[in-house]
């Protein structure tokens, strides 16, 4: 088994747009902020600005496990405009396909992701999506072997932690 944790080509744009949007179709469980539009596309829509070669502050990734697509990542990096100023690093959207969860596979790539940017990282979850806060956490423990703050801001939960050293290999 093979994941690659790897920064967003041009070519590979369409796929990304697809993938986002089972993420989106999950996301959807908690909360309305996004909705389907009568094409049945996902808005608010910013994907433009993601996959955008004029914005260095942002990072697509997608992971690939033995050639196959099985998820996504978006990180900001500061001076993003959806961070805390303190924080160096976001992970703003985060995905792993269904049938991939729970395999160690999203546990992996959050681990390459942080690995891949030093600097002051924070993490952002729905409050009501537990499983993705009881994911989180658990990564973030076992990352920083305790090391980090968690608290609840607005219906959000968010982890901040340190990570003080980074590697330049982008796969695993």
Same mark, same amino acid.
């Given at each position: 088994m093979k994941l690659v944790v790897k920064p967003l080509s041009?070519?590979?744009?369409?796929?990304?747009?697809v993938i986002y949007s089972l993420y989106l179709h999950d996301l959807? =469980?908690?909360?309305?902020?996004?909705?389907?539009s009568d094409e049945g596309?996902?808005?608010?829509?910013?994907?433009?600005?993601?996959?955008?070669?004029?914005q260095?502050?942002?990072?697509?990734?997608?992971?690939w496990l033995n050639d196959a697509p099985v998820g996504m990542a978006l990180v900001g990096a500061s001076p993003f405009p959806h961070m805390s100023p303190d924080a160096d690093y976001r992970i703003s959207e985060f995905f792993i396909a269904r049938g991939y969860r729970k395999k160690g596979i999203g546990r992996a790539a959050a681990k390459r992701l942080f =690995?891949?940017?030093?600097?002051?990282?924070?993490?952002?979850?729905?409050?009501k999506n537990?499983?993705?806060?009881?994911?989180?956490?658990?990564?973030?423990?076992?990352?920083?072997?305790?090391?980090?703050?968690?608290?609840?801001v607005?219906?959000?939960?968010?982890?901040?932690?340190?990570?003080?050293?980074?590697?330049?290999?982008?796969?695993?």
């Amino acid at each position: 088994m093979k994941l690659v944790v790897k920064p967003l080509s041009e070519e590979e744009h369409a796929l990304f747009r697809v993938i986002y949007s089972l993420y989106l179709h999950d996301l959807s =469980e908690f909360t309305d902020f996004y909705q389907l539009s009568d094409e049945g596309q996902w808005l608010p829509d910013y994907l433009d600005t993601w996959l955008s070669p004029n914005q260095p502050n942002v990072h697509p990734f997608l992971f690939w496990l033995n050639d196959a697509p099985v998820g996504m990542a978006l990180v900001g990096a500061s001076p993003f405009p959806h961070m805390s100023p303190d924080a160096d690093y976001r992970i703003s959207e985060f995905f792993i396909a269904r049938g991939y969860r729970k395999k160690g596979i999203g546990r992996a790539a959050a681990k390459r992701l942080f =690995e891949i940017f030093p600097g002051k990282w924070e993490i952002v979850q729905l409050e009501k999506n537990y499983n993705a806060v009881a994911f989180w956490a658990s990564v973030v423990r076992e990352f920083t072997a305790g090391q980090f703050a968690s608290d609840l801001v607005d219906g959000e939960v968010r982890q901040t932690f340190n990570q003080p050293t980074g590697l330049s290999d982008v796969s695993l």
